[in-house]
């Protein structure tokens, strides 16, 4: 390495002076005087021209440091100074190469402080070129101007072409990056291989064929040599062109990157190239990079398109024979998937006008798995009657059960399911929104969707089923009394305890307030024959008196909530009795109705489905 | 507004609640296809068994598979699960790659601790289990997002529990006082009392520079000596 400029940092007062006269050596008069005399220039005098040619000096020479110079930057190794010319690409215009027997040389047109400083983060050593030699560089100040000791004449070195620089920089390696796409180079017989595996994890992959021929990077593109060059070269490199597949893996939805498993496995295999796009006309080898940047190798790699590699793979030209095809195109129907005619003997032969329908099976019911839901009825015989009245009564479930009386069995309902369970008659479990139970604990057997209940009981209307193991009952729901009504028994005899001259007087009073009709009165208080509209007084007091008197119309009575709930799931709007029964706080029978309801809205409606 | 069958057994099943019948109420759930809500209530009444073959039909496979392996002890399904179907983790999902990758491993985390469950309840060897743990113990000193999966550090406690290395649950409990997990020191003294009978002893902050700068990392928590300090 030359030595440095022996030059000493310049005191302060040298800067007042004028660019010529700070090169090295040379001594005026007036420059030893100022050099000399600090203390005298620090007074504030003015420093007095020493000769009297010398002109007014400026305070600070301006700007030394940032004129544009031709700056060459010295190298032992090519990956360095191709590093180099890579930044000088990117700033400067016009970057060269030279060499000579032992060191590379970067030159470009830069700005000076901007060249000195890529010229230390390379790690190179920076010349100056003025005239035809170029001039070892201090690193500050302002460049050298005369040739001194370490000056190097450019006709020694000899002008290289870029790319010399950048296939002897080689490419180094960083490993461990990932990929979202990468472009796979392998022989036909590797690739079906390759893109069987790629499916089998769900990557996009694509391939098509390359033609590649093997060529050192330069920028100039193959063309067709004229016949006056020698054949023989052109021969030659035809027979040294070879195919390729090139096969494209892409991640799909399921990952972010391409599985480094993969890529690992790839990378240590001979025979596969596993490379990054560049851009559509270069491929590099992946976790390869040269000291340039992607993108400055494109732009100095124009021309062919370019697979850029490591030994024992080397570089490539290649261009495409065909376009993109998926990689599930390979894949081929085997004979057995071809289709072909039915084959005679797999359908029923034809014996009569209508088709051979299955055979039914007899509906059985079998015990189920579960035994521990809810009750939704009790089914009685004449014995257990007489232990439900004296179980029921004062029991809550008295005010909300109903009792469907048949020939010798009875039938214990109430809205949404009994739910409490009391110790007497069997149980039952309704099926679905239909009023069929099932004794608790069992099931049928085939298990029955509610259309099918709708459809083989079909026409119920106001019965109610009940299906044990051994036989079918039927009860006629519109019998249905209260359950109290066992042991309430009929209205006791009423006596009313009004004296008879109030009844006189009343009806005095009754028949002063009624207008005279046409029509001959009777004397019954019956409301039966009234031609004349009546006020409401009239009404209200002759209700009044027939009240006392044990007979005509009972006060209208508004329905309970759970009359009503029970109407309701009657009628068959399940999901209303289930919304009044969940609003005054009776969620289980309200989540009994809403689960019969929601079984009976699985099925469509009789009648849409298809047939 | 129509009321479709999910809509009407999902109030069915809210019924049943209310009403107390929560076998019923997890049957219509499972019926109406809300598996989690399902799986909860079968794991609230104690039908694991249940619980787990919700959970796994909700996605959520390394919580089915913790109950298979820690409350029903089989162990076998527990693994075949785990390797079925990956983790479904939701639509919360962070945007950044890195916070992605974090959360990944964090999960990863997770079902290794499964795993490592599994090894004890086979009886098998218990190496990658003690190097879990070890990797549990990290992941809760750095506190990397462990936000994520708060069943991170119960589920490690129950499997030192299991393999009947008290010395590694107090080693899990201080690395999450250490890393500043909220109320950590709390739920160690819980554990001490209700396991060894004895309250839990912790240094003072002041004893030593470490000590205070864990101390100072551990926000949102009450001080560490379940005594008041005289500050």
Redesign the interface.
């Known amino acids: 390495m030359p030595p440095r400029s022996g030059q000493r940092p310049p005191p302060h007062s040298s800067y007042r002076g004028v660019p010529e006269e700070l090169r090295p050596g040379s001594s005026s008069p007036a420059d030893a005087e100022l050099v000399a005399d600090p203390i005298a220039d620090s007074d504030g005098s003015a420093p007095s021209p020493a000769s009297p040619e010398a002109s007014p000096l400026p305070i600070r020479p301006a700007a030394t440091t940032r004129p544009t110079v031709e700056l060459a930057v010295r190298f032992t190794s090519p990956a360095l100074a191709a590093r180099c010319l890579g930044r000088f690409l990117d700033v400067a215009a016009r970057p060269s190469v030279l060499r000579d027997a032992d060191s590379w040389w970067v030159l470009a047109h830069i700005p000076l402080d901007l060249g000195r400083e890529i010229s230390e983060l390379a790690g190179g050593v920076g010349y100056i070129r003025s005239g035809s030699s170029v001039l070892p560089d201090h690193g500050w100040g302002a460049p050298p101007t005369s040739a001194g000791p370490g000056a190097v004449d450019i006709g020694t070195l000899a002008d290289t072409p870029l790319l010399d620089l950048v296939i002897a920089a080689g490419l180094y390696q960083r490993p461990g990056l990932s990929l979202q796409t990468a472009v796979i180079l392998t022989s036909a017989a590797r690739a079906g291989g390759l893109l069987q595996r790629a499916l089998d994890l769900r990557l996009t992959a694509t391939f098509r064929p390359l033609l590649v021929r093997p060529r050192l990077p330069s920028p100039e593109p193959e063309v067709a040599e004229p016949e006056v060059a020698a054949p023989d070269a052109d021969e030659e490199a035809e027979d040294v062109a070879g195919t390729l597949i090139e096969v494209r893996l892409e991640v799909g939805q399921n990952r ?1 990157q391409l599985p480094a498993a993969l890529l690992t496995a790839l990378d240590a295999d001979r025979q596969v190239l596993v490379c990054r796009q560049a851009s559509p006309e270069l491929l590099v080898q992946h976790n390869r990079f040269s000291p340039l940047t992607d993108v400055q190798l494109q732009a100095i790699l124009s021309g062919d398109r370019w697979i850029v590699a490591d030994p024992p793979y080397g570089c490539w030209t290649f261009e495409s024979l065909a376009d993109y095809a998926e990689g599930w195109q390979l894949t081929t129907m085997q004979k057995c998937h071809q289709l072909t005619a039915g084959q005679t003997g797999f359908a029923d032969p034809r014996t009569t006008a209508h088709a051979t329908l299955p055979d039914a099976k007899p509906l059985a019911v079998v015990p189920a798995s579960r035994a ?3 009750l939704d009825a009790i089914l009685l015989d004449a014995g257990e009657l007489r232990a439900v009245r004296l179980l029921l009564e004062g029991h809550p479930l008295a005010e909300v059960a109903v009792l469907v009386p048949g020939r010798d069995q009875f039938l214990l309902l109430a809205g949404g399911g009994i739910v409490d369970r009391i110790p007497v008659g069997r149980y039952l479990t309704r099926v679905g929104s239909e009023p069929i139970y099932i004794a608790h604990g069992w099931r049928t057997e085939p298990a029955l969707p509610a259309a099918a209940w709708r459809s083989l009981f079909g026409g119920l209307g106001d019965r109610a089923l009940v299906i044990e193991p051994e036989r079918t009952l039927v009860f006629d729901l519109s019998a249905q009394r209260p359950v109290w009504e066992l042991w309430a028994g009929e209205l006791p005899e009423i006596d009313d305890q009004i004296p008879e001259d109030a009844k006189g007087l009343l009806a005095e009073l009754d028949a002063e307030t009624t207008p005279a009709p046409p029509a001959p009165r009777r004397s019954s208080p019956t409301p039966a024959a009234r031609p004349e509209p009546e006020t409401s007084a009239r009404r209200g007091i002759r209700r009044f008196v027939q009240r006392l008197g044990g007979k005509g119309p009972a006060t209208p009575v508004q329905p309970t909530w759970r009359e009503q709930a029970w109407t309701a799931e009657q009628g068959g709007d399940l ?1 209303g009795a ?1 919304r009044i029964y ?1 609003v005054h706080g009776d ?2 029978r ?3 109705l ?2 019969w ?3 009976e ?2 099925q469509p409606a009789p009648g849409s489905g298809p047939g | 507004m129509a009321d479709t069958p999910q809509s009407l057994l999902n109030r069915a099943a809210h019924c049943y609640l209310r009403a107390g019948w929560i076998h019923e109420a997890a049957r219509c759930y499972r019926e109406a296809g809300a598996h989690r809500r399902a799986a909860e209530a079968w794991e609230s009444v104690g039908a694991i068994a249940d619980a787990a073959v919700d959970y796994r039909a909700a996605g959520l496979t390394t919580r089915a598979a913790w109950l298979l392996g820690h409350d029903l002890g089989d162990a076998t399904s527990a693994r075949e699960l785990l390797e079925a179907a990956p983790d479904n983790p939701g639509t919360a999902a962070p945007a950044a790659a890195e916070e992605a990758t974090v959360a990944r491993a964090v999960r990863d985390l997770l079902r290794r601790v499964v795993l490592a469950r599994c090894d004890v309840a086979d009886g098998s060897d218990l190496d990658d289990a003690l190097g879990t743990l070890d990797d549990v113990m990290d992941n809760l000193e750095q506190n990397r997002a462990t936000w994520q999966v708060p069943e991170l550090e119960p589920w490690a406690i129950a499997v030192a529990e299991a393999m009947q290395r008290l010395d590694l649950v107090a080693l899990i409990f201080a690395a999450s006082v250490r890393g500043g997990q909220y109320q950590a020191a709390e739920r160690w003294d819980a554990w001490s009392q209700r396991v060894l009978g004895v309250p839990l002893q912790l240094p003072d902050p002041d004893d030593d520079e470490a000590t205070r700068l864990a101390f100072a990392r551990s926000h949102g928590s009450l001080p560490w000596s379940p005594y008041p300090l005289n500050r």
């Open positions: 972010p521990d839901g809810p999901v289930a969940d969620s289980l309200a989540a009994r809403y689960e309801a929601a079984s809205a699985t």
